[in-house]
């Protein structure tokens, strides 16, 4: 099992930042692919970013330029900072991993994103 416990939420005003971080324990001998995905209401849940064991990146285009995915595997700790952020970025985000070897995710609880115009 893996443990994931995300922080770094709150209210900003649009062009801020935060940095949202999601440290996994448990069975953390090997994590490959983390991510963060992020929910609006009414909408569906989308991918924000991803990174790979060795730190490949891929970002969804409406974040490109504006967000970094980043992660610690010494801490088992992926992190989101979020630049220039504007309000359509208000959303649950949630932080996504897998274990080596496996494509079954592990979901963290959820952080609020809320971004005033």
């Known amino acids: 099992q893996v443990q994931l416990v995300e922080s770094g939420g709150g209210l900003v005003q649009a062009g801020g930042s935060l940095r949202l971080s999601c440290a996994a324990s448990g069975s953390t001998i090997c994590i490959s692919a983390m991510a963060w995905y992020r929910q609006a209401p009414g909408k569906e849940r989308e991918l924000v970013a991803a990174?790979?064991?060795?730190?490949?990146?891929n970002y969804a285009d409406s974040v490109k330029g504006r967000f970094t995915i980043s992660r610690d595997n010494a801490k088992n700790t992926v992190y989101l900072q979020m630049n220039s952020l504007k309000p359509e970025d208000t959303a649950v985000y949630y932080c996504?991993?897998?274990?080596?070897?496996?494509?079954?995710?592990?979901w963290g609880q959820g952080t609020q994103v809320t971004v005033s115009s």
């Open positions: 990174i790979t064991s060795v730190r490949s990146t």
């Open positions: 996504n991993v897998r274990r080596c070897g496996s494509t079954y995710p592990y």
